[in-house]
Structure formats: C-alpha cells, structure tokens
C-alpha cells in the first residue's frame, strides 16, 4: 500500500549526526556519511535522487500534540502529487517544513539534498530559490503591476533587466496573462490573481512546486484552469504537491495522493491514469 | 550586466520606493534630523569663528614689559639682552619714553589731552615677540616667570587673562554644543528607528513575499538602511540651507554683539568641506537609526 521505503538506520542516524562527523563516516556506514555530507553542502547530491524524502518526520507546535506525526514519504522528480485530509490533518504543516518555514522535531526531511533541520543563514533563501510556492490567498503585492509581481522571484538573485523581462513575459504567456501584464492585481479575477501567483512561482523554474489549497476561493471551472497549469509544469519535469481538500478535484485528475489525517499519513493511493 | 550590480539597483529602488511610500513620515523624520543637526551646526559655526579668532590672536600675540621710571636708555638696552636669551623669545625691541609719548600722541589723534603736560609721564618698555611655539598659555608663563626675578622691569602686560577666558568661553560654547547634539542625536535616532519601523509594518506583505521567493536577510533589510540614510542626507542638505539663510538674514542684525565676540574678524560660514561633514552626520544619524530598528526586529 505504502510506497515509499523508510530506511531502518536512520533513528540511529541522528545519534551519528550528533557524535560529529568523523564518527558518521567511519562507524556509520558510507550511505550515512553521504546522506549528512548532501544535507551539509549537496555535494553529494545525485541527479536521480527523489527531490523530496521525509523519514518518521513530527512537528508540533503545542507539546503533547502533534499537527505531523510520523511521516516517511518520497516524491519522484516530474511527479504530480495529491495531498488531501480535513482541515486540521496537517497539509499545510507539512508544505511549510518543505520550504523550511517549520523546522521538524524528529525525523530526516531532504529537500533537494539539503536537510531543512539543519538549514542555516543562506540555507534557507538559497533552497526556496528552487522551490515555488503557491497559496490559497494569492499572496500578491496589490500595489504593483503583475510584471513586478512575477519578478519579484528574479529580482532576489539579481537577475539581469532584459533577461528578466522576457522570461516574465514568457510565463505570463504560459499563464495566458501576457496582455495583462501591466495591470493592478486588484483589476484581476481571483482566478487571473492565482495564475499570477503561479507564474511567479514558475518564472524561477523551479525544481519543486508546492501549492496550498491554490483553487480553494475559486470556481470550479478556474480551479480546472489552475490544475492544468500545474500539471503541465509537472510534464516538463517540476515535482507538483497539491494540497487540497477539494475531493472533485482529486477524482477527476487519478494522480498519487497522500491523505493525512491528525497529523499520520494514512493512505498514499499510487496514480492510477486519468485526464492529464 | 553584473548580478551583483542588478541587486545593488534593485535594493537602491526599493529603498527609493519605500520613502516615497511613506513620504509623510519619511519628510517628519528628515525634518527632525534638520533641526537637530540645524542646531549643532549652530553651535558649531559659533565655534569655528571663535577659534578663528583665538588663532589670529595668539599669531599676533607679543608681551609688552613696562620698565621702571629710573631705568635709563642704556640699563634698558642691557635689560633686553638678558630678556633676550629667555627660551621661547624670538625678538625684543626697546620702546623708549619719548617714542612711547609719540606713539600715544600717534593713537590719540594729537589730542589736546596731553597739552598741559610739563613732564613725559609714560614709561620706557620693551616689546617681546615669542617664536611660533611659545604662542600659548604655557609659553607666556614661562616669559612671565623669567621677566619677574629681572631688576628694573615694572607691570608686564600679556593678555593672557583675555586668552584664557576666551578660551573658557570657547570651550563653554563647544560642551554645549556637544551636550545638546548628543542628546537631540539620541531623539533624531529614536525617531528615525520609529520611522523606519512603520515602514516595515506597512511593508509587511511584501517582506513576507520576498521571503517565500529567497531573498536573503540583507536583500530584505538593505533597502531599510538605504531609506534612513536618504532621510538622514536629506535632513543634513535641509540643515545646511537653513543655516546658510540664517547666516545671510542674522549677520547683520548680530553685528554690534558679533564684535565684542570676535573682535575685529569678519565672521564666515562653513567651507565645501565642513558642509559635508554636516550632511554626512545627517546621513550617519540615518543609517544607526535604520539599524537601531532593524536591530529589534525579527522576522
């Protein structure tokens, strides 16, 4: 039923972490070594490794009450995911501890290689550069055109003017808002303003995107319009995590969906073919 | 072009935009920075005029030493070798009673006062210069000390009462001075780090924004000590305009008081460079009140 391997070494594994190193590298195995050397530095990041692995991942917030417990999971590059449960199961937890706006208590998350538990100072920025965000607000700035808006994502790591204008321009293009490029987010639809905020999370081409509740103050038909959008960033190599709580959705598109509930992972159905 | 260059732009536009956003705010804060500063420089030109003054006198400073009724031309010639090898004194000349009446005579423009005189009533004396070094407080003492144990030599007059207590003045008016920058400094920062706070509550979104999208802790806070120290510049250039009025519209009217201060010195404003020290300060008293506020935010 469950897909994904939880490697058994890995309780042990944070004993090494702590004991240093040298201790890792000579008394914990090779597998070990490189796994903390990825979460340090990537330098041993391997191309075919899966973008996103948790191992026994929990999070609380209140002592004693776990909004994520015990959660192993691995994401595939280019796979679109499901992530379905109540409101309270704990989706949007484990979506900010992947772009390491929570940190775990226990267990091992990678992210691109990198331990989000031990991400510090530059960690942080440097990983959600390739990683978009998607939420159910929009989270436009309402005073700027939607040229600004998208390249804002470029605008941090200083990308060049004309470089920058033309891949906003192609994004837009993908979103279907190019000729809307100059207006207020204000002047737009909620569905428009969603794809606003998916090209900026897609102009940085990142390698993961994730996405809370994106069609959650939406029609249904826009709602079709934003999956598409995902799902076509899927086909050319993004992972996508939805997280939704929009069943319609889910049955219609038969992809893997993970469905939580008061923090476990319950069910995780593989992708049985569907539209898209 | 380079990347590094694109951020600096970036972060420089943004800080530019930040003030323009809170330009209310932004325009109270500059101005208090003027004010502030508007009063140091006060303080400060008062000083620079006075030092002025202190200068010109002590380069001009010589020693006269009265010498007594009985001593003859010849006894006085001698006094003057002996003054002469006093360490500190570059050159003695002999003034003797009847030129001194001349000179007198001289300075009174002829007057009828001396009329009725039937004897010189004025005392030979010798006037000593002091090389360079020599012109202080110290170096007066020191003449003093020697000219007093030498016969024949009466009152000796140095000005170095007056010295000193222009001095004292001088340095009444710099701790002042300095007592009230520092503590208008203090009020300027406080209202700035406010100032700047404000704008980073109203700016929240869009920090949260460029964090979910990678900037780094500099690229966020950047533009925040960019908008201070444009506000601090912006207060500094306000305080030089207002003081250079000042100085055009007062002059006139502070002349007769200005005399008895300066003497006989034509006041003057600050130099190219002294105005720029001034600005800077403004942009310095920005740039720590940006930081005081970055300082006690977190994230």
């Not at chain 1, 691109?112 to 960690?123: D, F, K, S, V």
């Not at chain 2, 530019?16 to 004010?35: C, K, P, W």
């Not at chain 2, 979104?205 to 979910?212: M, V």
Request: charged share 20%; proline share 4%; aromatic share 6%.
């Amino acid at each position: 039923m469950l897909p994904y391997r939880a490697s058994p070494p890995l309780t042990r594994g944070r004993v090494c972490i702590r004991t240093g190193r040298l201790n890792a590298l000579a008394g914990c195995g090779a597998a070990f070594g490189a796994l903390m050397a990825a979460g340090k530095t990537g330098f041993f990041e391997r191309r075919d490794e899966s973008p996103v692995r948790m191992y026994h991942v929990s999070k609380s917030y209140i002592p004693g009450q776990r909004a994520i417990e015990d959660v192993s999971l691995e994401l595939s590059k280019g796979e679109f995911v499901f992530l379905t449960g109540q409101s309270g199961a704990g989706k949007t937890t484990l979506l900010e501890l992947l772009f390491a706006a929570e940190r775990p208590d226990d267990g091992q998350i990678l992210v691109l290689g990198r331990n989000i538990a031990r991400l510090r100072g530059t960690g942080v920025p440097s990983l959600r550069r390739r990683v978009g965000v998607v939420f159910q607000d929009f989270k436009l700035l309402p005073r700027r055109s939607v040229e600004d808006n998208v390249r804002i994502a470029l605008d941090v790591v200083g990308t060049p003017r004309r470089e920058a204008r033309s891949r906003v321009f192609n994004v837009l293009r993908q979103v279907g808002l190019q000729h809307r490029r100059q207006h207020e987010p204000v002047a737009l639809s909620g569905g428009e303003q969603q794809r606003v905020a998916i090209a900026r999370a897609l102009v940085t081409e990142p390698e993961i995107l994730l996405a809370d509740e994106p069609t959650g103050n939406l029609d249904p038909d826009l709602s079709l319009e934003i999956m598409e959008l995902m799902l076509s960033a899927a086909t050319r190599g993004t992972t996508v995590l939805v997280a939704t709580h929009d069943i319609s959705l889910v049955e219609r598109y038969r992809r893997r969906t993970i469905r939580l509930d008061g923090g476990r992972l319950v069910e995780d159905v593989p992708a049985a073919g569907g539209i898209g | 072009m380079n990347r590094v260059v694109v951020i600096i732009l970036t972060l420089f536009r943004s800080g530019i935009i930040g003030l323009r956003s809170a330009s209310g705010t932004a325009l109270i804060s500059a101005a208090t920075i003027g004010i502030a500063l508007f009063l140091v420089g006060a303080f400060a030109l008062a000083i620079v005029n006075m030092e002025g003054v202190q200068e010109r006198f002590s380069q001009k400073l010589s020693v006269t030493a009265y010498l007594e009724n009985d001593v003859d031309d010849e006894s006085a010639l001698q006094i003057a070798e002996r003054v002469a090898t006093v360490e500190g004194v570059e050159q003695v000349a002999v003034v003797g009673r009847d030129e001194a009446l001349e000179r007198f005579r001289r300075m009174a423009g002829g007057a009828s006062l001396l009329e009725g005189l039937e004897e010189n009533p004025l005392p030979a004396s010798l006037e000593i210069t002091l090389v360079d070094l020599s012109r202080t407080p110290e170096g007066l003492g020191i003449l003093a000390g020697a000219l007093d144990g030498l016969p024949g030599i009466g009152q000796v007059a140095d000005g170095r009462e007056w010295i000193d207590g222009y001095a004292r003045v001088t340095s009444l008016v710099r701790v002042s001075g300095l007592a009230i920058g520092t503590i208008l400094s203090l009020a300027t920062l406080l209202i700035v780090a406010n100032t700047i706070r404000l704008g980073i509550y109203a700016r929240e979104d869009e920090l949260e924004i460029l964090a979910l999208v990678g900037a780094s802790r500099t690229f966020v806070r950047t533009p925040f000590l960019i908008e201070g120290t444009l506000q601090g510049i912006l207060g500094g250039v306000w305080s030089a305009v207002i003081l250079w009025l000042a100085y055009l519209l007062l002059m006139p009217q502070l002349e007769y008081g200005l005399t008895f201060l300066l003497g006989n010195a034509q006041p003057r404003f600050f130099h190219g460079g002294e105005l720029l020290v001034l600005i800077a300060s403004g942009a310095v008293l920005g740039l720590l009140g940006s930081l005081a506020s970055l300082l006690g935010w977190r994230r």
